[in-house]
């Protein structure tokens, strides 16, 4: 049956399926800016229009409903970019489809939940957990659960409006590629290139045999090839942070400490004669809700809890100690069918159970009563599943079960009638309560390190040169992040939400407070603020430098070379002849002489034999070759093969492009690092 919780469980799933279609190609382009208009604080701009803060906090709170409970910090991401890209959606997409007449109606809708036309969203709320195919059924049953609940009501219209921007972003790329042709001369030229192979004899030079003091590179030579190329140097607008980590970790003594804590919990613990109330007791004890069987426990704590105990021991850093609480012997595997009803039918379920106890079709039983459509059409059939995948009423219900036995499970909000028909050979099976104390730093240890901390934040406070002199006084490495608006995390900072919020709203050599962060401290410095569109020349001159010192060893190595045949050109350079085989037009790799697509390229090109090619300007070096034969490729492609590859990649490229055409067009800024 699908109930509320199953549904806001499902729900995520859908919701990060939302995530990944098409919307998500949105890689957004970041402009600068952040800050007010009036009293409500802007996080973004979208096609010039400010995204306010209590617009995208409704939009915010909307999704994280959905969800459902407390959220782990990996949800907060997906519910953030749930609401941005509903923004997005609704200022940008929406009115766009509407001018382009792209429209999902009530009809086409309604054949979708039909399952006629095929949906992401709908599939991964409403799958079939048996056969994994999308069931409509359940749509329309979770539909009448709705019409009386209003929280499973708001999911639906979450769902419905997914629903239509699914449909309408299908319809806007299928209309993108149907703009895309490949003519008779493409497929012709790709057959051609696809059913040739090439073998000849190369040589050439590295880069990296010409001294860098041989190079003469100038201010202006760097000038010059920033100037050419600075499409390459666009970037989003960014900020710098150094930052320096106290790792919080346990000292010999508090090592001691705890060693002498956990053996005296754990003589405790092996007399104790209430075993579930000692652990309830200990923050870090805890009863499994599972049984799990002898052999699936490693070697040494069978033998230990056969005993009475196991542990304590430490292993991975944690001291664990356990007993065990219960025991049964259960069958290790089980066959079931099921029947689900209301919790409210009560007197159905105790006469079907009466009747089917008797003799009654249980399948039959199950495709007319059960509520649970996934399983009723199957006559009820859940299938074979180990005893240890059984909780609470179920395990205990179950436990003793034996084939053809009928029990009755009463569970959240439904009513389970269960049909043992399949019981292999018992096994003894364990409940096993646990305490785990991890290995951890102690209160005077954390106060010791929280003080050199704050020292340290003292003495680096002022200046970027303050910070990395502080930091060489405690015998502490800065590190370097930079992050760009619309980044969330920290690579090497557990829970660096803080830090980013923190850093979007700093100002230059300004020093942050001293973030907690688990089992580190963190102070951090915003060393630079760069919200130019493009790297500045400074900021990448070794990359140009290297580019530079490229071409210029490129221009060195030419001027060297001599002859007409490869013989003589390999002379000229100092190198050997090599040879190379079946190279084609799709390879990137060429033996002997590395990843180098560009030479790849330039052989498959070559229309006669026995000729020295020009000089190829390689990534690695500089290379020449001679094709001596050219052969038929083992698998050649035809005129109607080539013509489909080559219009699947033109639709696909088509498709791709418009969306990014889309994203320029709306001049989207993502200001939310500030708040959110």
Do not use: C
Request: hydrophobic share 40%; aromatic share 10%; charged share 25%.
């Amino acid at each position: 049956m699908a109930t509320l919780n199953t549904l806001r469980t499902k729900f995520g799933v859908v919701l990060t399926v939302i995530i990944a279609l098409a919307l998500l190609a949105f890689i957004l382009s970041l402009k600068t800016e952040m800050g007010f208009s009036s009293n409500d604080p802007k996080v973004g701009v979208i096609a010039g229009e400010k995204i306010s803060y209590s617009e995208y906090l409704n939009e915010y709170n909307a999704a994280e409903r959905n969800f459902g409970g407390q959220v782990d910090e990996r949800q907060l991401d997906i519910i953030n970019n749930i609401a941005w890209q509903n923004i997005i959606t609704n200022r940008v997409l929406t009115p766009g489809f509407d001018k382009a007449g792209i429209a999902v109606s009530d009809e086409e809708r309604l054949d979708i939940i039909a399952g006629r036309y095929p949906s992401q969203v709908l599939y991964s709320a409403f799958a079939d957990p048996a056969t994994g195919e999308y069931d409509p059924a359940a749509v329309y049953e979770f539909l009448a659960q709705a019409a009386d609940d209003a929280s499973m009501s708001a999911i639906w219209a979450q769902i419905n409006q997914s629903l239509r921007s699914e449909r309408a972003m299908q319809k806007y790329a299928g209309l993108t590629r149907s703009g895309a042709y490949v003519n008779a001369l493409e497929v012709a030229s790709g057959v051609d290139a696809a059913g040739k192979t090439f073998s000849g004899k190369w040589t050439g030079a590295r880069y990296s045999s010409v001294p860098d003091s041989l190079i003469s590179i100038s201010n202006n030579d760097l000038k010059k090839y920033y100037d050419t190329h600075k499409a390459q140097f666009k970037q989003l607008p960014n900020r710098t942070i150094s930052y320096v980590v106290f790792d919080i970790d346990a000292t010999a003594d508090d090592m001691l400490a705890l060693e002498n804590e956990v053996r005296q919990t754990g003589a405790d613990f092996a007399v104790a004669e209430d075993v579930k109330g000692f652990i309830r007791q200990n923050r870090y004890g805890s009863v499994s809700d599972r049984y799990i069987s002898v052999k699936q426990l490693p070697e040494d704590e069978a033998e230990a809890l056969a005993k009475g105990q196991y542990g304590p021991v430490l292993k991975n850093n944690v001291w664990t100690m356990s007993r065990v609480v219960d025991s049964k012997t259960a069958p290790d595997s089980l066959g079931i069918r099921h029947i689900v009803l209301p919790f409210t039918e009560e007197k159905l379920a105790d006469s079907l159970l009466t009747a089917l106890r008797k003799g009654g079709d249980f399948a039959l039983a199950a495709a007319e009563y059960s509520v649970y459509p996934a399983t009723a059409q199957n006559g009820g059939e859940v299938g074979v599943m180990p005893f240890s995948a059984f909780t609470g009423e179920f395990a205990e219900a179950l436990g003793g079960a034996s084939k053809g036995d009928i029990v009755k499970v009463v569970s959240g909000d439904a009513i389970q009638l269960m049909q043992v028909y399949r019981a292999d050979a018992p096994v003894k099976y364990l409940q096993i309560a646990t305490i785990a104390y991890p290995v951890e730093a102690s209160a005077a240890t954390r106060r010791d390190i929280h003080a050199s901390a704050s020292s340290f934040s003292v003495d680096a406070a002022g200046s970027v040169a303050k910070f990395d002199e502080a930091a060489s006084a405690h015998s502490l490495t800065p590190r370097i992040a930079t992050i760009s608006q619309g980044e969330r995390t920290i690579r090497g900072i557990d829970n660096s939400r803080e830090v980013i919020r923190w850093a979007y709203g700093a100002k230059k050599g300004e020093i942050s407070e001293i973030f907690n962060l688990g089992n580190t401290y963190v102070i951090a410095m915003v060393t630079d603020i760069d919200n130019e569109e493009y790297r500045p020349l400074q900021k990448v001159s070794a990359q140009v430098r290297n580019a530079v010192l490229r071409d210029k060893k490129y221009e060195y190595l030419t001027k060297k070379l001599a002859g007409s045949t490869i013989d003589e050109a390999a002379a000229s350079l100092g190198s050997e002849v090599e040879t190379f085989e079946n190279v084609n037009y799709s390879l990137y790799y060429i033996d002997g002489i590395g990843f180098e697509p560009g030479v790849a390229g330039a052989i498959a090109s070559t229309k006669t034999t026995g000729e020295l090619s020009a000089p190829v300007r390689g990534m690695s070096g500089v290379y020449l070759f001679t094709v001596e034969s050219v052969a038929a490729a083992d698998n050649e492609r035809t005129p109607e093969a080539e013509k489909v590859r080559a219009q699947a990649a033109a639709e696909a490229y088509a498709a791709q492009a418009s969306i990014a055409a889309v994203q320029e067009m709306a001049k989207i800024e993502d200001l939310r690092g500030k708040y959110f």
